[in-house]
C-alpha cells in the first residue's frame, strides 16, 4: 500500500468520483467545522476543498479584487467545471469572504446544494440546542438529496471510525514533535489534507502504513519551529518551495497549528458508546480548540505557547493568506503575547505575489534571528 499522501493530493477528485460509483453522494467542504461524522453515517462522503494557485479568470468577474486566493480558487474550480461531480457546497461561516462566496454560488446555481453551516462561538444551553437542531435539520436536508437517514448506529461508527483516525494523526504528530527529521512536514501536512478528501476507512490504513515506515533517526541538528496559520494550497502535492526553504534554512518543523494541520478538529469525539452519539457531536462543536471567529485569540496563543513547552519550539512561523481577515485579525494579540514569553515569530505571506526569492530572504533572516536568540518578530 502506498504511504505518499501527496500522490493521494495528486489525485484528489479520484475518490469522490468513486464513492459516487458506489451510490454515495459528495458534499464539496471548506473547513473542517462542518458536521464529517453525519455526512458520512448517511453515505455522504465530505470532502475538503483544497487551493490550485494559478492566474484566475473567469472568477474575477464575481469577487473583488481584495478578496483570498483560496476562494478565487473554489469558484475558479467551480466555474470550470473541475467540481462539477459534487452533490452539493457545505461551509462553515469561519469568515464572511466563504459566506459570501456560498451566496454567489446559490445564485449562479440555484439548483444544486448549498448549506452555510455556523458553529455556536459559546458554550450553553441555548447554543446546544441550536446545534442539535441544526444538525437534524441538516440530515434531513441530506435525505432529500438520496443520502441514508441519519441512524444513531451509523453515527456511532462513524464517530468510532473518525476518532480513529485523530488518534493516529495525532500519534505521527507526536512522534515528528519528539523526533523532527524522522518525517518531512510536508508528508505530515499532505497526511491530514488526505484525510479530507479521502474515506476515513482507506485513510486509516494508510495511516498505519506510514506509521510502520517512520523511525526515530539519528537525531539532526536544526531550529525547531511551529507553523501557524493556514496553507491549503494544492502544490503541496507537487513539492512546495516554502518546505525546501526551511530544510535548507536548517528548520525543523515539530508542530504547526495550520487550519489544514493541527487545527483540522483533531480533537475526539468523546463520551462513550451508549450516549446518544448525536449529543456527542453537539458537545465536539463547542469543543476547546481554538478557532478563528469562534474563540478569543488568546486561548490560541496559549496552545501555541503549550507546543512550544512540549516540543521546544524555537520560534513560530505564521503563514497568512494574502486578505485573510481571520488570520490577520488575531495576528496583533498572538504576537505581543509570544514575544512576552520569549518566543519570536514570522509573519509570511504565502499567496499572492510573494516570490520565492523574497520568501528565502525572509525566513534565512528569520532563522539567523532565531540563532542570535531575541524574541523578536518579522513581518514579510
Ligand atoms: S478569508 Fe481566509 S478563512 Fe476565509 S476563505 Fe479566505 S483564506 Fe479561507
Not at 518546505?243 to 489544514?260: G, P, T
Not at 487545527?263 to 468523546?270: F, G, H, K, N
Not at 512561523?317 to 514570522?346: A, G, M, Q, R
Given at each position: 500500500m502506498q504511504t505518499d499522501f501527496r500522490n493521494v493530493l495528486k489525485e484528489r477528485h479520484k475518490w469522490g468520483l468513486q464513492h459516487q460509483e458506489n451510490g454515495g453522494l459528495v458534499m464539496g467542504c471548506y473547513s473542517a467545522m462542518v458536521p464529517e461524522e453525519l455526512m458520512w453515517s448517511c453515505g455522504v462522503l465530505p470532502i475538503q476543498f483544497l487551493m490550485s494557485p494559478g492566474t484566475y479568470g473567469e472568477s474575477q468577474a464575481y469577487l473583488p479584487p481584495y478578496t483570498c486566493d483560496c476562494s478565487k480558487s473554489i469558484l475558479e474550480e467551480y466555474l470550470d467545471g473541475t467540481y462539477r461531480y459534487l452533490d452539493g457546497l457545505m461551509v462553515s461561516h469561519v469568515c464572511e469572504t466563504i459566506r459570501g462566496l456560498a451566496g454567489i454560488l446559490s445564485v449562479r446555481w440555484p439548483e444544486r446544494f448549498v448549506h452555510v453551516f455556523t458553529a455556536p462561538a459559546c458554550n450553553d444551553l441555548g447554543a446546544r440546542r441550536y446545534i442539535r437542531a441544526e444538525l437534524m435539520s441538516l440530515a434531513e436536508k441530506l435525505q432529500s438529496l438520496g443520502a441514508a437517514p441519519m441512524s444513531p448506529e451509523r453515527l456511532e461508527e462513524a464517530i468510532s471510525l473518525y476518532n480513529t483516525n485523530r488518534e493516529l494523526i495525532n500519534e505521527i504528530y507526536h512522534f515528528r514533535g519528539q523526533n523532527p527529521g524522522a518525517v518531512e512536514p510536508e508528508q505530515v501536512l499532505s497526511a491530514v489534507m488526505s484525510a479530507g478528501i479521502m474515506p476515513r476507512p482507506q485513510h486509516n490504513r494508510m495511516l498505519r502504513?506510514?506509521?510502520?515506515?517512520?523511525?526515530?533517526?539519528?537525531?539532526?541538528?536544526?531550529?525547531?519551529?511551529?507553523?501557524?496559520?493556514?496553507?491549503?494550497?494544492?502544490?503541496?502535492?507537487?513539492?512546495?518551495?516554502?518546505?525546501?526553504?526551511?530544510?535548507?534554512?536548517?528548520?525543523?518543523?515539530?508542530?504547526?497549528?495550520?487550519?489544514?494541520?493541527?487545527?483540522?478538529?483533531?480533537?475526539?469525539?468523546?463520551?462513550?458508546?451508549?450516549?446518544?452519539?448525536?449529543?456527542?457531536?453537539?458537545?465536539?462543536?463547542?469543543?476547546?480548540?481554538?478557532?478563528?471567529?469562534?474563540?478569543?485569540?488568546?486561548?490560541?496563543?496559549?496552545?501555541?505557547?503549550?507546543?512550544?513547552?512540549?516540543?521546544?519550539?524555537?520560534?513560530?512561523?505564521?503563514?497568512?493568506?494574502?486578505?485573510?481577515?481571520?488570520?490577520?485579525?488575531?495576528?496583533?494579540?498572538?504576537?505581543?503575547?509570544?514575544?512576552?514569553?520569549?518566543?519570536?515569530?514570522?509573519?509570511?505571506?504565502?499567496?499572492?505575489?510573494?516570490?520565492?526569492?523574497?520568501?528565502?530572504?525572509?525566513?534565512?533572516?528569520?532563522?539567523?534571528?532565531?540563532?542570535?536568540s531575541s524574541a523578536d518578530s518579522i513581518w514579510a
Open positions: 502504513e506510514l506509521l510502520k515506515t517512520i523511525h526515530k533517526g539519528p537525531e539532526r541538528a536544526g531550529t525547531r519551529i511551529i507553523l501557524a496559520g493556514l496553507l491549503f494550497e494544492i502544490e503541496l502535492a507537487e513539492g512546495n518551495n516554502l518546505f525546501s526553504i526551511l530544510r535548507e534554512s536548517n528548520a525543523l518543523v515539530v508542530w504547526d497549528d495550520l487550519a489544514s494541520g493541527m487545527r483540522y478538529r483533531l480533537e475526539r469525539v468523546e463520551g462513550s458508546k451508549g450516549d446518544d452519539p448525536l449529543d456527542r457531536l453537539v458537545e465536539s462543536f463547542m469543543g476547546p480548540q481554538p478557532a478563528p471567529l469562534r474563540s478569543p485569540a488568546e486561548r490560541k496563543a496559549g496552545q501555541l505557547l503549550k507546543a512550544v513547552r512540549e516540543y521546544g519550539g524555537e520560534g513560530v512561523i505564521f503563514l497568512i493568506p494574502k486578505y485573510c481577515d481571520p488570520i490577520l485579525f488575531e495576528i496583533p494579540t498572538l504576537i505581543p503575547i509570544l514575544k512576552e514569553n520569549d518566543v519570536p515569530s514570522l509573519c509570511l505571506e504565502v499567496s499572492g505575489s510573494l516570490s520565492e526569492g523574497q520568501m528565502r530572504v525572509r525566513v534565512e533572516a528569520f532563522m539567523e534571528m532565531l540563532s542570535g
